[in-house]
């Protein structure tokens, strides 16, 4: 189970990073897109972000328990 979890945080990262790099790409061209999509991307980010950080513990408490 730990070995899943080790894998899908890397992937949560990436979908965080990915995820702000298109918030902030938009942000400074501006345009409709910004205006239609910026609140969108910045939620995403915080739930892509809170779900790593729930990966995150999970792997350190199943590391933690020896399972």
Known sequence: ???LVFFLIPLGL????IIL????FSL???????KENSNKLMRL????????IALMML???LVGKGA
């Open 1 to 3: 189970m730990d070995g």
């Open 14 to 17: 990436a979908a965080t990073a």
């Open 21 to 24: 790099a298109v918030g902030l």
């Open 28 to 34: 400074a061209k501006g345009g409709a897109f910004a």
């Open 45 to 52: 980010r915080v739930i892509a972000q809170a779900v790593t």
């Open 59 to 61: 792997f350190l408490w």
